[in-house]
């Protein structure tokens, strides 16, 4: 077990107290305008019980009282509870880019990962996954799999489902793995992994997830996604209401998906073969956003 001691405090440049106590598992929740909404109880009571596990909140620029409202659960539990706040609303994706970054370089925890802070995956059966993990280390990442099946409590809403069956089809073009479930909010990940993972900003805000795999797959091989990364069907999961992919964003998915494709299978593909991909990777992703800022408009 790793030492839990509390020893010394000190304050970062955003302004924040931290610990050097040491934690084994780093859990990032993004949190944008959540305050009429924020399972402050579960959270608190889920630090007092597991000084084991780092709850690092990340202020996405929010414009309500969420940041005062973090700092409030911060100081009832500081040991194990801590805040970073962004200077602008930049996203999920930067939000929990920005998060993943700022613990793995000041906390040496050996897993790390994020979670919805709406808690439609609960904060103990992220626990539960994380302890698998380390009981399975041949596994360099775990991802929650909202799989229904009997005995299992997964209720999804039937745009959700649709649009989970639209990405699951196309990450079985671009990935060419069998994933049941990329766009969980439950992901860990190995600590070594964080640097290469998460140093670059992503393409896009609402496909990130999907990204972080083909991320894996262009640096070490189909393989690796195969035998490297393991789908952890979750037993409860609930489809909160007030969800942030609004209809303007959805339309937008499908341009994105070709960035990605492009990105991260096309030019790589053609830069394989010929030595030089067959348009510069820029302009065409330039030419994508254009198409797909052009569809948005029409609604």
């Known amino acids: 077990m790793i030492n839990q001691t509390v020893k010394t405090n000190h304050m970062t440049k955003n302004s924040q107290m931290i610990t050097t106590q040491t934690h084994e598992y780093g859990i990032i929740v993004p949190c944008y305008n959540e ?5 402050y109880t579960d959270f608190l009571s889920f630090a007092r019980k597991h000084p ?5 909140f990340v202020n996405d620029g929010s414009k309500d009282n969420t940041l005062p409202m973090l700092k409030g659960i911060q100081i ?20 929990v880019r920005q998060g993943m970054i700022y613990v793995h370089q000041h906390f040496p925890v050996t897993l790390l990962g994020f979670l919805d802070a709406d808690l439609a995956t609960s904060l103990d059966e992220w626990l539960e996954m994380a302890r698998y993990k380390e009981k399975h280390p041949r596994f360099a ?11 299992a409590n997964i209720n999804r809403s039937d745009s959700r489902s649709l649009f989970s069956n639209i990405v699951k089809k196309f990450i079985r073009i671009i990935l060419k793995t069998n994933f049941q479930d990329t766009q969980c909010g439950a992901k860990i990940f190995q600590r070594h992994l964080v640097p290469f993972l998460f ?3 992503f393409m896009t805000p609402w496909l990130f997830d999907i990204e972080i795999f083909l991320r894996l797959q262009w640096k070490f091989g189909k393989s690796t996604l195969q035998n490297g990364v393991l789908e952890f069907p979750l037993m409860n999961w609930t489809d909160v209401a007030d969800s942030r992919l609004k209809l303007k964003d959805s339309i937008k998915i499908p341009a994105q998906m070709v960035k990605l494709f492009y990105k991260y299978r096309l030019s790589n593909k053609l830069k394989t073969k010929t030595g030089y991909a067959f348009l510069d990777s820029r302009n065409g992703i330039s030419l994508l956003n254009k198409i797909s800022g052009s569809i948005a408009a029409i609604f």
């Open 76 to 95: 009832e539990n500081p040991g194990n509870i801590s805040v970073y706040s962004l200077g602008k609303n930049s996203g999920k994706s930067e939000a």
């Open 52 to 56: 084991e596990v780092l709850l690092c």
């Open 141 to 151: 990442a775990i991802v929650g799999s909202r799989i229904q099946r009997l005995g």
């Open 199 to 201: 140093n670059r900003p």
């Open 35 to 39: 305050e009429k909404r924020f399972p």
